[in-house]
């Protein structure tokens, strides 16, 4: 009994105290809205995959996904998070990222995608990035609600964890995209059906404060746009991490891997 | 049944709180401002929205229903109407600064980070759509659904003041059940580009409907229950509970403390349909209000409160003004500065335009209610003109 209890902690310990130092490498300058990024809930699935070696994610968002250019998908942050990732877990666990943005995609309008994506990726985890198209087009929030419940009951239906991704933080249009509602929305539904939730807004809004980015500033110029998508899937994939481990210490502890679809109703 | 009798001279009371609401409103409006955590919304359910409503609702059956006993229901509903179109072309006025707004930030903004966001100046591309769209009140920009709910409620007014004269109850009781129907059927207005109104205005009339019922004798008949011992502590029991819950949103920690139950009987607490619980927040906080806040209170004379009062007295104008403002305010903000400093800043310079323009109000109110001896009689001037 008392080995079951302490193993898990030491082990957890350990990885902090080894990971510690690692991780501010890691994140440089992204670190200062470090304490915004935590997995709330484990990510069982992701777990599995990394003992098996091979993770298959699929990151499906919108524009804000995405960076223009001819480098722009190398550059922007699901690449970005890939690359992270690899530094995280080693050479010898392969990680396959494929992105898949549509521009103008409502939060429903990505649920209708899903089946035939499960169905041809065979994903572990689903980052799902969304809302500002719905804000921007005034979409009912319950209805925004209600199809952030659904995609995540199509993901949990087909064997894939999901990481909620929210919106950007764009000091200029602050005062015309009323995201308020879609932000509640979101936060809402992560809880309820215990998925991590990136808040990507947060960190950014954090990031604006102290410094470490500009975001108020008009440039034609991509340098910033890259370097914000890189500290962005810095963080994600300590989010990642961190909810993968959550769930290792979940079977140690409790055996608990099926937590997650207890209220899949 | 005899028409019930508006109590005679003005609550200043009304004046203060709706001057307290726009300002709040004000703060609330200005994106990333730290100061707006002074605000009520961060502490409970219900915000400065209902304040304002229900205290519209009392202003418009005080005023009007006066009018109406006293030269019929066409000219009181005449005169409902024209106040109507007033903050139609209000709002229009609003809609017009926030184009401004947009085409310039849509000429002078560019960056590849917001792509995405830029979208929301789409609607620029195709002007004749998105102007008809405003003028039938469907399309709404941030911050700018407040006047249409008013539009609409002033517009529905005169057959409720008229039933609300005759029967005050059954008046409410109508209210009432039009708001079930309308959760019931789950109906609302429609919008452009999608989705439904932000404030359902045949949900939140309960609360404008409830002020007038309030204005015209009700407040006496529940005044009783309302100040009781009972009612108070319930009152407060129920302040305290949002308040605990309302700390589970800025510190999702502490959520895991908010029983499942609870929480999925409880969420989404819906500001669009006017939720049952902030409605009931409101009352909360009205009760309060009535125990600690007596009408001959004697700082209500005071000049500190002054121009809150002042404020609230000319609504329409300070609201219109203050969602200028708050554009203002946020450009500064971005083109400036958004550090603390700032945000205190823009937040006290806001208020005391606000302030100073009420004043300018009633100054001009004043010159002019004194060339023309008809509008010399008491108290018509004041409350005529703002309800």
Known sequence: ???????????????????????????????????????????????????????????????????PGAEGAAKAYPARFQESLTRRLGPDVTIKVV???????????????????????????????TG?????????????????????????????????????????????????????????????????????????????????????????KIDVAERVHDCIGRMLARLVVDGAMLAKTNVTGSGSVDTPNKDNH | MPPAAAPAGRDLRLDLFRGLALWLIYLDHIPSNMVSWVTIRNYGFSDATEIFVFISGYTAAYVYGREMNNRGFIVASARILKRAWQVYVAHIFLFVIYMAEIAYVAASFENPLYSEEMGILNFLKQPDVTIIEAMLLKFKPANMDV??????????????????????????VVSVVLYAVVWYFDLNLPAYPSGTWVFNPMAWQLLFVFGAWCALGGAERIGKVARSKPVFWIAVVYLAFAFLITMT??????????????????????????????????????????????QDWSALTWPIMRPAILCGQHSLEIFCLGVFLSFLGHFAMVEISDGLAMQVVVSVLGIVAMVATAALISWYKNIEGRKSPRQATPNADLAGGEA
């Open chain 2, 147 to 172: 006047l249409p709910l008013y539009i609409i409620l002033l517009a529905g007014f005169p057959p409720m003041l008229w039933l609300l004269l005759r029967n005050a109850t059954g008046a409410l």
């Open chain 1, 99 to 129: 992105v898949r943005t549509k521009a103008r995609d409502t939060a429903s309008e990505m649920v209708k995608t899903m089946r035939p994506l499960l169905a041809d990726e065979k994903p572990d985890l689903v980052v799902w990035q």
């Open chain 1, 132 to 220: 500002t198209v719905d804000a921007m087009l005034g979409v009912d929030p319950e209805e925004f609600q209600t199809a952030l419940g659904t995609g995540i009951e199509v993901l949990r239906g087909g064997k894939a964890d999901g990481v909620f991704v929210n919106m950007q933080y764009s000091p200029r249009t602050d005062s015309m995209i009323s995201l308020g509602a879609y932000v509640d929305a979101m936060r809402f539904v992560a809880l309820q059906r215990e998925i991590p939730l990136f808040d990507r807004l947060g960190v950014m809004k954090d990031w604006n404060e102290m410094g470490v980015f500009d975001l108020s500033t008009a440039t034609k």
């Open chain 2, 249 to 294: 949103w800025y510190f999702p920690r502490l959520a895991v403390y908010v029983p499942r139950l609870l929480s999925e009987s409880m969420y989404p607490i819906d500001k669009t349909n006017l939720d049952v619980l902030r409605f009931a927040h409101f009352l909360a906080l009205a009760i309060l209000t009535l125990r600690y806040v007596p």
């Open chain 1, 1 to 67: 009994m008392r080995t079951l209890i302490t193993g898990p902690l030491l082990a957890g310990l350990c990885v902090a105290v080894l990971t510690g130092p690692m991780r501010a490498a890691e994140e440089g300058a992204c670190y200062v809205a470090g304490s915004l990024v935590h997995a709330d809930f484990a990510l069982p699935r992701t777990a599995a995959a990394i003992e098996r070696k091979h993770v298959s994610i699929v990151v499906l968002g919108s524009a804000s996904s995405s960076l």
